[in-house]
């Protein structure tokens, strides 16, 4: 029996899968869209039968659900090898905490907003105008600019009560709100900067890391070592505190580095205790001549530490797309140094959390 | 077992589908559509998706191989954890059918307490 082109095109789908899924299930699930098809048990039994299937393709359908079973098997789903397992964890951990950064900076933003159109008439008409200028276009600048933060508050919150569903709905809505600056500059000066392309592509990717981390067979959603509620509530107020203490003025991505750099700290702190523990505890194993092959999972760690790496690499693009801007423009001394500060230690914080993570994978357990 | 979580329509019909006897992946498509009658219509990437899942938690387990016309075919029967979990569904789904036949059936009752009834069926 020679396969017919049908049966080659629908293996060509199934390359999508991950080697370790088409060894164990390429031949049977071949074998089971064949006979769904129509094949006859022995094949085609005579040449017009053969040229029919030629002429068959799979439909889309069948392509998407192997596209679906593509990306939950990559996403550490029932079964899965061990470095994927990390790899889904990974992305949780990823769509976790971009959704309360991007929650945090755009409800700080919003509150700081409100506060300081108190402060004078001038200060009002600053955040009326967003709203009056250019006509109906300003109007839905506006709508995007305040139904953001509620947005992927949201997303978040649904997302921690275990809803991925709704987190989806509303991390979507977040994205196009966070992508209108795009279409806003593109329309008025005909050219984008790095930072406004930076700031939708990040809205996506959280989009892609909840919508692909949180399959069926993903476990439930959770923050490492802290509450939901108080993690948000603490982001806020370290994003709001380092903005009001800096009498020279900030820009728009120092509460998000700053709050990058203390999350990545508190990390890379809690890896050297973990480190130091284990160390002290094998020494003493060693002194009572009773150690045993005791199971370290290093992989929740690994986890952890690889999102916030790569959390930490959107956060140096963003940094370093708003610097580009700054660059060109005449700031005071005191802001730019900040900024070039702020974009070195995020580069050594995304190299140390890169490191400590690769470490925590070696020593994460090999089965699945 | 994993975490207990809520059966999917999709697993529920292909626990049903083992109950009887088992079946090989076409096998089982087969039966879902019939079972039922044409609304739930699998696709092969799905079935594979559910019996991953059900295989990880204990409620299927492979049954045998067989290699026909240099095919493989692997047959699939239900665990005894899955016949459990299977009729804790079945139950919990008939006891809420006879809650809404209940609600269904004091509504027609009420005489003319139920708007959008008023002018009774035809």
Known sequence: MTATLLEQRYRAVLRLLPAYYRRAREEEMVETFLLRVGVAEDGAEDEDEARDLDLMRPSWREVGSVVTLAVRSRMGAAGAPSGYVTLGGAVRHFALFALLLQAAATVTEAALS??????????????????????????????????APPLWTAAYATLLRQRPRGARLFAVAAAVAASEPLVDEAHWSGTVTALTVATAVFGWLTVLAVCCGFHADAGPAWLPAVPPGLAFLGTCVLMGGSVVIRPEGVDSQWATG???????????AARALAARTD????????????????????????????????????????????????LDVDLPAGLLAGAVAQLAVTVLLVAALAAVGARDLRAAPRTG | MTTPR??????????????????HG?????????????????????????????????????????????????????????????????????????????????????????????????
């Open chain 1, 114 to 147: 409100l506060a300081w159109s108190s402060r004078s008439a001038y200060d009002r008409s600053l955040l009326l105008d967003v709203f009056t200028s250019d006509g109906g276009y300003g109007w839905a600048r506006g709508v995007a600019l305040w139904a």
């Open chain 1, 258 to 268: 700053t709050a990058f750099a203390v999350a990545a700290a508190a990390c890379l």
């Open chain 1, 279 to 326: 160390r002290d505890r094998n020494d003493r194993d060693r002194n009572d001549r009773a150690r045993t092959d005791r199971p370290r999972n290093d992989r929740p760690a690994a986890e952890t530490t690889l999102a916030l790496a790569a959390l930490g690499l959107v956060v140096l693009t963003l940094r370093a797309g708003l610097l580009a801007v700054e």
């Open chain 2, 6 to 23: 809520s059966m999917t329509q999709s697993a529920f019909f292909v626990l049903t589908a083992l109950t009887d006897e088992p079946r």
């Open chain 2, 26 to 122: 076409y096998g089982i498509l087969q039966e879902v559509e019939e079972l039922s009658e044409g609304r739930v219509e699998l696709r092969v990437g799905t079935l594979y998706g559910v019996l991953d899942r059900l295989t990880a938690d204990g409620l299927i387990a492979l049954d045998r191989e067989e290699v026909q016309q240099g095919r493989l075919r692997r047959y699939y029967r239900l665990t005894d954890e899955g016949l459990a979990a299977l009729d804790e569904e079945a139950e919990r789904m008939a006891a809420g059918a006879r809650a809404a036949s209940r609600r269904i059936a004091a509504r027609r009752a009420a005489p003319g307490a139920a708007p959008g009834l008023a002018g009774g069926t035809a």
